[in-house]
């Protein structure tokens, strides 16, 4: 610190100047936003959407990973995990392994969809289906 009229080194919470006797300003602190005034609000939206979309699989994993890292840097910024932040915490952890069971449910019933659609299968079964339903339409 320094004196704000003169300039000349001042000791930590020192209310006057030892070389000019000015008042120093001791109402000053620096400017760090406390943790609990931090927005968290993002962070259980994220966590909601994030949970929203696991069943989708990839997309429900692309928010969780960003919710995962906004709590983190929430967290390293001195956040603590409670009210709104402890929820998108929560949401956030559960839609992680969530989507990622889900996005492989999804690929191998892709993989399914196209095996059955390339050998045929997936139309006759269709054909079948259709002709069932006139077959029991007819009957009536
Ligand atoms: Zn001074």
């Given amino acids: 610190m320094f004196c704000e009229k003169c300039g000349a080194p001042l000791n930590d919470g020192e209310k006057f100047c030892p070389n000019c006797g000015a008042a120093q300003n001791a109402s000053y602190v620096p400017a760090e936003q406390p943790a609990e005034q931090q927005n968290t609000t993002p962070l259980m ?61 999804w690929v191998i019933y892709g993989v399914v969809i196209a095996v059955l659609a390339a050998s045929g299968l997936l139309e006759e079964a269709m054909k079948e289906a259709m002709d069932e339903a006139i077959y029991g339409f007819l009957k009536f």
Avoid: D, W
Avoid at 63 to 69: D, G, M
Avoid at 75 to 97: C, D, F, M
């Fill in 45 to 105: 939206v994220l966590g909601i959407v994030a949970l929203a979309l696991a069943e989708l699989g990839l997309p429900g994993l692309i928010v969780a990973i960003i919710a995962r890292k906004k709590i983190k840097a929430y967290v390293a910024n001195g956040g603590q995990l409670t009210g709104k932040a402890k929820v998108g915490n929560i949401l956030s952890r559960i839609a992680l392994p969530v989507s990622i069971v889900m996005m492989v449910f």
